[in-house]
């Protein structure tokens, strides 16, 4: 699918993240997993689940201002909070310098694939919705090679 140029801004590289956390403390180890894993360049979608106040959304920003040099294009945070995936996908895309997001969940993620091609972004999605193979949606772990940029999205512990 081949989308039309127009109402496609100019690429600016934004750093979005809250504030860094300065008191910050345990999860050294997983912390230094998720930079080590997001840092290869291997692992391109980081997933953290967990029940309610554990920790997972401060854990992500903290990451994420550790690696900000290593996305040189940009460090996204969308609070997702109970929105859908073409809610999030059409903020991402207005981000990306897209003036008219497409209304179609799936023209939206082929756009976006064409925005983030060969860009170094970090996008940290909090509070991420779940994704199924039918909303299109290109942020799940198995379509992780489909995400050219690296993510840690915090996410509640999935339901029993």
């Not at 050294?28 to 979608?45: K, M, N």
Request: glycine share 8%; net charge positive; charged share 20%.
């Amino acid at each position: 699918m081949v989308l039309p140029k127009a109402g496609l801004g100019e690429w600016r590289a934004q750093c979005q993240l809250p504030p860094n956390i300065a008191d910050f403390v345990g999860r050294a180890e997983i912390f230094r997993e998720l930079c080590t894993t997001l840092e290869s360049g291997d692992t391109p979608v980081v997933c953290l689940t967990g029940v309610p106040g554990v920790g997972k959304s401060a854990l992500a920003v903290r990451v994420a201002h550790r690696l900000r040099t290593r996305f040189p294009d940009g460090q996204w945070y969308v609070c997702a909070d109970r929105r859908t995936w073409p809610g999030i996908l059409a903020e991402m895309l207005a981000t990306s310098g897209v003036e008219q997001p497409p209304t179609s969940t799936t023209a939206a993620v082929v756009l976006l694939r064409q925005r983030l091609a060969g860009r170094r972004l970090l996008g940290t999605i909090d509070d991420a919705p779940k994704a199924s193979h039918h909303t299109g949606c290109f942020l799940s772990p198995t379509d992780a090679p489909s995400w050219p940029c690296g993510a840690a999205i915090p996410r509640p512990w999935p339901a029993t």
